[in-house]
């Protein structure tokens, strides 16, 4: 067991653009491809972009942004590692993180799976399928942050809190976070609540969830859970140098690019099937609809770093104080 007094370094975890530029410089993309060449150096200039919008953003608000100095290897539980391809990805939970904990079940399975979405669901969500960084040695940790190929997909902050609020408190099969969280909303937030609501937890408004998400005491309290905790949270992008930086709106693209620095894009692709229940932004506008200017803005403050951070502008529908 790594004692959590054993820190990492956070100054030291890796150094994006050089491993990018020799990824593609080391990359075979097939004769007389220049079309190819030049599709994949304007990609990579795109994640360069979007590496340059996290540092500025970490410089910019660095009070808030790097509150520790240093990570713990319990910061590290979200990264998954493939040793075979040397490459770390943090997932972030409601950005097809079930599919691309597939992708990496089959990149790490050795010939066990091959489609990767023959991986049932909840296969791809046992914790021992996959190996994550928290689970080695500080100077193992150390080196693969160094040279190993790190990537994370983020998606708009106010779009992804309410997909994770539809996921997990409007399906009646949830009962596990209607009992863990519905019912603590339902006590704190609802006034006259009757003895059902408090005892089940399975009608949580979404009006109701952002009152939660804003309190003072459920921060004191405890972290947030994975689904609706900030990105830069979970995967700590002002410590850790990702290298690519996918987006849930240019998914396919994005992962398929990861896929093909990564040396498996000739048998490897990323799942193209789109959900009919997907969270959209008009959905999200709706949502919004019944959430007061004071709690919008205060709800904003909280998410505030992720929107800066990916570029994501303040979304039109939001009466920001």
């Known amino acids: 067991m790594l004692s959590s007094a054993m820190l990492l370094d956070g100054h030291n975890l890796g150094c994006s653009a050089e491993i990018l530029l020799v990824l593609i410089a080391g990359l075979t993309v097939g004769k007389g491809s220049a079309m190819a060449t030049f599709i994949l150096s304007n990609t990579a200039i795109l994640h360069q972009i979007r590496r340059d919008q996290v540092t500025d953003t970490c410089r910019a608000n660095s009070v808030s942004s790097r509150k520790r100095r240093v990570l713990t290897p319990n910061d590290l539980k979200h990264l998954v590692v493939d040793e075979d391809h040397e490459m770390i990805y943090c997932y972030v939970p409601k950005v097809a993180c079930t599919n691309w904990k597939r992708v990496m079940m089959v990149l790490t399975g050795r010939g066990k799976y091959s489609d990767p979405m023959e991986i049932p669901a909840n296969e791809a969500h046992v914790s021992s399928n996959l190996k994550t960084l928290n689970q080695y040695s500080i100077p193992e940790i150390n080196h693969r942050l160094k040279n190993y190929m790190k990537f994370l997909f983020v998606r ?51 009006e109701e969830f952002v009152a939660y998400l804003i309190d003072p005491h459920t921060q ?53 099937y789109a959900k009919s229940t997907r969270t959209t932004d008009e959905m999200t506008t709706e949502f919004f609809q019944n959430i007061s200017s004071e709690h919008q803005t205060q709800l904003y403050e909280v998410y505030k770093l992720d929107f800066l951070m990916f570029n994501y502008s303040v979304p039109s529908y939001l009466k920001l104080e």
């Open 156 to 206: 708009e902050p106010f779009e992804r809190l309410v997909s994770a609020y539809r996921n997990k408190f409007t399906q009646k099969y949830n009962t596990s976070f209607h009992k863990r969280y519905g019912t603590k909303i339902v006590r704190r937030q609802r006034k006259n609540a009757t003895q059902e609501a408090l005892r089940k937890g399975d009608d949580v408004k979404f």
């Open 220 to 272: 004191r309290e405890e972290p947030f859970n994975e689904h609706w905790q900030t990105v830069y949270s979970l995967c700590h992008p002002c410590h850790i140098h990702y290298d690519l930086i996918g987006k849930y709106e240019t998914l396919e693209e994005d992962s398929n690019y990861i896929l093909q620095l990564a040396g498996v894009g000739n048998y490897l692709k990323f799942p193209t």
